[in-house]
């Protein structure tokens, strides 16, 4: 039974390696009109109806984004020329009954928008999110892709990308529809740098940088250098590179005020899009956006959650694994800069203050747990809709959840086990990355109770993964001579709202939601409402809600004036303290103090 399997299974292999490649054409001819011309021809199509549409989904994205909305002018040929009847059967998906075993189809597309999920066209490049500007056979996912980009000399541009090059410079190919879509691209007038890193196997491999920026190859260089520095200290957690395929990682950089800032990763590259006026000076934003993503090429590419494989680009994509996907790759992101040298220990102090305040002062993670909040990426992501809803007391990032429990879990790792979190990724790299096993939260676990005790891992888990219970972060942050407290101690808080003027008559209305928990939502105080009078003061440009405050302690009822709906109302607000952390070094540090901290924030780069 066995040599019949195996036969079977060779034969299969011949069948799928003899498939014609579905070929892809794409031109420009009207890109200063953000228009592109895209060809498909489909030899060998099975009998009947062939079924071709638009992704919903996007690699890297969890929710629902609408490419087929941009398209237009679908037509359909059969292999003599004809014109084929083209049904569009949803919003995105399209349909041909009879051919004769050969399909073209063609259709025109417009992108305006350059960001890690769209698509954008201009005169000086062509930014493509390949689900976002390409049709796709599902019944062909499989077949190997080929795609030429046509006007490359019209516009001066070159072709960065992760897909397989061929003899051609404007060709090239993917295995299957999974890569051909995982693989962006980027054709402008881009600065290319190029350098080689060293495997543990010693084996060398590639890292490119295309930058499409106003900046002179002097100082894309100059970044370069800053860039490789971040991927050898990425490189030093896990102890060794991923094997990249065609042995080549390429970072896709476009940098222009017009862009929406974003990263999104991908196998073998990651598109990494900046609101800057270019590079110079701006190093350090940058730079947080190459390590997060760079990381990202072990943690979710290759430790990868079995909730998102296979990628389905029909619809959204849910995954409770998110809070350690895409929160401990946060939270390695920053301190790598940090080892690397690009943060004081100031400024470093400051971000883990954020990640604290943005999980220890959240109505939604005091009530929610991080897989519930992973959950929640499916209507969050990017997602688009028109009504507002009430995330402020209901959701707290998977980004932030996630690096506050990788802190917990590094410090708790290095105070109780003399362990670290690398140790923790280099166990789950061998187990589950380097061999592209995806995991589930069990085995997350399991990792982690092989690397400590099973009682530790379960209680961890059950605690502050499943559960809604926080770390003694007080405590733990005192091992490393640094103290979390109160910013402000002693100063009264109606809550943390943002009040903008209105210029008609220079009023005070309240543009963020309320928080549970807070004076102002107790008090009944709603997002759009005008604050119009606290105490025995009005607020005006001369009178500040702050300065209205430092009159008043924590515990102070006063009296609160507001309009609702056209409705003036008055009630009595009851202040409390600011609620707002921060992170200090303690005055003094012990010697073990300080060698916990160096242990934990210094280069690891041997």
């Known amino acids: 039974m066995r040599t019949i399997l195996l036969f079977l299974l060779f034969l299969n292999a011949l069948t799928l390696s003899a498939q014609k490649p579905v070929q892809y054409k794409i031109s420009f001819?009207?890109?200063?009109?953000?228009?592109?011309?895209?060809?498909?021809?489909i030899p060998d199509v099975p009998a009947g109806a062939l079924t071709f549409r638009m992704s919903r989904s996007s690699p890297g994205r969890y929710a629902t984004h609408e490419f087929g909305k941009n398209v237009y002018d679908v037509k359909a040929f059969n292999g003599s020329g004809t014109v084929l009847e083209v049904q569009q059967t949803e919003g995105d998906v399209y349909q041909v009954e009879k051919h004769d075993g050969t399909v073209k189809i063609s259709y025109t597309i417009f992108g305006n928008w350059v960001d890690g999920t769209y698509m954008a066209i201009d005169e000086t490049h062509a930014h493509l999110n390949m689900?976002?500007?390409?049709?796709?056979?599902?019944?062909?996912?499989?077949r190997p892709i080929q795609i030429k980009f046509n006007d490359l000399n019209r516009y001066n541009w070159k072709v960065a990308?992760?897909?397989?090059?061929?003899?051609?410079?404007?060709?090239?190919?993917?295995?299957?529809?999974?890569?051909?879509?995982?693989?962006?691209?980027?054709?402008?007038?881009?600065?290319?740098?190029?350098?080689?890193e060293r495997n543990t196997d010693n084996t060398e491999q590639v890292i490119r940088l295309s930058s499409h920026s106003p900046d002179n190859k002097e100082v894309v260089s100059t970044y370069a250098k800053m860039v490789e520095r971040m991927v050898k200290e990425a490189k030093a957690v896990f102890g060794e590179l991923p094997k990249f395929d065609h042995g080549v990682y390429t970072f896709l950089q476009d940098v222009n005020t017009a862009n929406a800032g974003d990263g999104m990763e991908h196998r073998n590259s990651t598109i990494i899009t900046d609101t800057q006026a270019g590079i110079a000076g701006n190093e350090a934003d940058l730079l947080g956006t190459f390590s997060y993503e760079f990381f990202h090429a072990w943690n979710v590419e290759r430790i990868r959650p079995k909730t998102l494989e296979p990628f389905n680009f029909s619809h959204a994509n849910m995954s409770s694994e998110l809070w350690f996907a895409e929160g401990f790759t946060q939270y390695y992101g920053n301190l790598i800069l940090k080892r690397a040298g690009f943060f004081t220990e100031k400024e470093y102090q400051g971000i883990l203050s954020g990640i604290l305040n943005g999980v220890l002062n959240s109505p939604g993670a005091a009530s929610f747990s991080a897989t519930q909040m992973s959950s929640r990426a499916v209507f969050v992501d990017a997602g688009v809709s028109v009504d507002r809803n009430n995330y402020a007391n209901t959701f707290t990032s998977y980004y932030t959840y996630g690096a506050f429990i990788a802190m917990g879990l590094d410090l708790r790792l290095r105070s109780e086990f003399n362990l670290t979190l690398d140790d923790y990724m280099q166990a789950l790299w061998k187990s589950h990355g380097k061999p592209e096993i995806p995991y589930t939260i069990p085995d997350l676990q399991n990792v982690l109770a092989n690397l400590t005790n099973a009682a530790f891992a379960e209680d961890f888990f059950r605690r502050y993964i499943h559960g809604i219970e926080k770390n003694d972060y007080v405590k733990l942050l005192a091992n490393a001579g640094l103290e979390l407290r109160k910013a402000n101690p002693g100063m009264a808080s109606i809550g943390n709202l943002r009040l903008n003027v209105n210029p008609a008559d220079g009023r005070y209305r309240v543009s963020s939601a309320t928080m549970k928990g807070t004076a102002a939502y107790?008090?009944?105080?709603?997002?759009?409402?005008y604050i119009l009078k606290i105490g025995d003061q009005k607020l005006s440009d001369s009178v500040k809600l702050n300065d209205i405050l430092r009159k008043y302690k924590p515990a102070q009822s006063i009296p609160i004036v507001f309009e609702s709906k056209g409705q003036v109302k008055s009630s009595m607000v009851d202040l409390k303290e600011s609620e707002i952390l921060e992170l200090v070094e303690m005055t003094k540090n012990s010697r073990k103090q300080i060698e916990f901290r160096n242990n934990w924030l210094s280069s690891k780069i041997k």
């Open 29 to 41: 001819p009207n890109a200063v009109h953000h228009e592109a011309e895209v060809e498909l021809l």
């Open 522 to 529: 107790e008090a009944g105080i709603e997002m759009g409402d």
């Open 131 to 142: 689900p976002a500007t390409f049709m796709w056979i599902p019944a062909l996912k499989y």
């Open 161 to 196: 990308t992760q897909l397989k090059s061929t003899e051609n410079s404007d060709s090239f190919t993917a295995p299957d529809l999974n890569y051909f879509m995982d693989s962006p691209v980027e054709l402008s007038n881009h600065h290319l740098i190029s350098w080689k």
